[in-house]
T-cell receptor, first 115, second 114 residues
Framework: NAGVTQTPKFQVLKTGQSMTLQCAQDMNHEYMSWYRQDPGMGLRLIHYSVGAGITDQGEVPNGYNVSRSTTEDFPLRLLSAAPSQTSVYFC??????????????FGPGTRLTVL | QQQVKQSPQSLIVQKGGISIINCAYENTAFDYFPWYQQFPGKGPALLIAIRPDVSEKKEGRFTISFNKSAKQFSLHIMDSQPGDSATYFCAASVGGGSNYKLTFGKGTLLTVNP
């Protein structure tokens, strides 16, 4: 299993540009989430999904869109990039507790810089 | 409003010593408390987790102590090793199985000197 994969690893955007951060998992996990990590801020939840076709907002959703058309993929879209979106983005996946798997597995991250 | 407060921000420990990181939470509905370890350039990885029906959980050199009445939990790393040098995050979630919706502390950078 590859686990959780994210592409690209690094990206530089100009203010106003749009882009999609890709996330895929091959563990057949129902749950997927996007977090951003900023220095001294820990990780903050952007959006999450509890299954294909179901998404909801987290703590810091503004400026981001998500969709979940398949179990495996959970892309994060930046509609009009702003310098405040410069961050490291992590995708994570997990199964519901009670199935013996509480662990939320994180991908390697995408480091995004917006100029 | 920061729902999970973590301290200290950084910690330096000698090899063989005990590392202690503390977290306090405000939301009494939290019922799942994991600790994550993150090495530079990598994603966080689950280290150990606890639910509030127990006061302590031990896995190897890592122990979580949980105090429900004080709304605090801590990570103890016994016999700390240079390879333990990393950033540690506490987290919490509501609803038992809601491990997809974690609230994280701000992290502690642990340095273990040889």
């Amino acid at each position: 299993n590859a686990g959780v994969t994210q592409t690209p690893k690094f990206q530089v955007l100009k203010t106003g540009q749009s882009m999609t951060l890709q996330c895929a998992q091959d563990m057949n996990h129902e749950y997927m989430s996007w977090y951003r990590q900023d220095p001294g801020m820990g990780l903050r939840l952007i959006h999450y999904s509890v299954g294909a076709g179901i998404t909801d907002q987290g703590e810091v959703p503004n400026g981001y869109n998500v969709s979940r058309s398949t179990t495996e993929d959970f892309p994060l879209r930046l509609l009009s990039a702003a310098p405040s979106q410069t961050s490291v983005y992590f995708c994570a996946s997990s199964s519901p507790a009670g199935l013996g798997a509480d662990t939320q597995y994180f991908g390697p991250g995408t480091r995004l810089t917006v100029l | 409003q920061q729902q999970v407060k973590q301290s200290p921000q950084s910690l330096i420990v000698q090899k063989g010593g005990i590392s202690i990181i503390n977290c306090a939470y405000e939301n009494t509905a939290f019922d799942y408390f994991p600790w994550y370890q993150q090495f530079p350039g990598k994603g966080p990885a689950l280290l150990i987790a606890i639910r509030p029906d127990v006061s302590e959980k031990k896995e190897g050199r890592f122990t979580i102590s949980f105090n429900k009445s004080a709304k605090q939990f801590s990570l103890h790393i016994m016999d700390s090793q240079p390879g333990d040098s990393a950033t540690y995050f506490c987290a919490a979630s509501v609803g038992g199985g809601s491990n997809y919706k974690l609230t994280f502390g701000k992290g502690t950078l642990l340095t273990v000197n040889p």
